[in-house]
């Protein structure tokens, strides 16, 4: 017997999203947005209002394939803190399916402002203040549109619909429209298993701006991204947690972030709590360490029935996880470290995930594990995660231990700089908006740059400064004029602006608007020379012939020369207590002989002591204030900065 279409022509049926309150009253973030079940003449729509309602904004509904609504699992996911409703409308679409199968999405997505006018003129008394605008994006400035626009169906329509799309539509009742994510539920409902993927994935993108996890290159399916790990990796039969980065990057759930020292966690799986490790000269480069369980309500393709995952990201790499080659700047966005050393995520077009991932006991994570726990530009993180081990059948147990940093000299005062030099500006996009300290504006050569390459631009700081680190930021824009993101580029340090030597960085920027760093050696100098090679285009070719600088800066110390020259940046030592009273205790790991010395600011030397392994040093005649301590072999010195009670 054929099902009854639900609803007659032009019928409109309107449920108020369920206000009843969860167990916990902790959903302090409140998202609401529409969702249009689209009619089709010629596929009507089967379900029924009240089960479409309980799919979307319903507190206990599970049915097969579904083991929650789409508001218990950004409930859950979020750790309670996001409440995300939709008002729910039937819409009848005046064109069979197949008319819209036939058409561009660009062309289809009208279909949508349709259903939206259709809705406004049906009901007057609807309250569209009442809906979330995209102020409440997290990470977008605001655009003031309607957030959340869920675009339901009983069979695909418009080419294109299962992505997030920005259409700045003004309706005509003044609303704005500026994101739209679409997904398919085919008809009949009844006999398919119901799979909120794609409506998740696409409200993921567009409320929150979580970028892919699968490897989108175009069409070139070579590998896994971080397979089933992450509802932004996707397409596949369960709907899978966020993912530990999301989780961190939102604040969802407990951060636990060691600084240094050992420690040791217990994460409970799927649990509140990560770890985060970060890198101390990037923090846009982080690991994140989470406990999961396979479990059938979601997570049931979780390769063990326990285990510790470990992702690695870097969010500099622009958007999604489109770069498989593991390289300092080919490699994914959000990976995950592959326990058994495979990489078969980056390196195999099938897998999507398996038990090798995992680290179970008697696996570790540490500087001489494959992989190991290098940051992706080769430096040493000295992170160790060892002693693995579950804690009954819902928690994980294991150490980490974190090196102290090595000293990070502070910023050099931009206030003393004077631009030397510089290719021609575009007007008001002068020189100096390089290092006024405001991200906001930027030097940018002439729209239509002639200038050949490389752009140099030269700085004058004021005075002589050791130095070793230099960073640079890209301007914002991200519509032209955003042109102009350096990508190749050599840093030059001079004590006399005429003699430039070697270049004391060279290397290639990230097409990113976040903040780059490069960590050198301690070099002198009073006059910066940052050369621009080449920028990148939006197409990833580096071929633009534009510069542009929002911000550059250097860190940088007046101390003498004879403390700083040849100092590294260290690990494997340890000072403490910090600050200190008396006695200063140096735990070095590997330094068999060496000399320590205690400086003050001035570079005199206070303290000087031959110390074998570990050793106090006692500091309690030093008047209060900073000091410095220098840590001296045949082949190493390590400085570390120090306060005296
Ligand atoms: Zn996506």
Redesign the pocket.
Known sequence: MKTLPFLIASALVLLSANQSAFGQTDANTKYKGIAIYIDYPDVPASVTPARLDSLINGLAYQEEGAARSFRKYWYEQSRRNIDFTHDIFFYPAPQPSTYYESITWQEGILLWKDALEWIIAQNPNFDWRSLSVTDDRFDKPSKGGLASVMVISSKWGPKGV???HGPNWTLSNGVKVTTIYGSVLKSPWDTTPVNLFMTL??S??GIFGF??T?D?DDGAAHSGGTGFYSL?S?GLPDVEPIGGPFLAQYRWGMTVEPQSGTTTVTLRADGDSMVVLRNPYDPHEYFTIEARKKSNNGNSLFPAALGLLIWHTDSKVFT?NRLSDMTPLKHYRNSIEQADGRFELERSATNRGNIGDLYLPGRSFTPDSKPDTKWWDGRASGINITDIQFSGTDHMRFTISVPEPGIRLPEIPQTEWRLVSAPPSQTGYQGFKAFDGKLSTYYHVPWGNVSPRPHEMVIDLGQEYQINEFYYTANTNTVAPWEGRVADYKVYLSVDGTSWGTPVSSGTFFYTELTQYSLFANSQGRYLKFECINSWLGDGSQADMRTSIAEINLRGSKLPSGIMDSATVGYGLTLYPNPVNDVLNIQTSGLKESVAGIYNLNGKLLINKTIAGSAGIDVSGLPAGFYVAKIKTDAHIEIRKFIKN
Do not use: I, N, R
């Open positions: 299962g992505a997030s994935h696409e993921a993108h970028p892919d699968y989108t932004m996707g999604s």
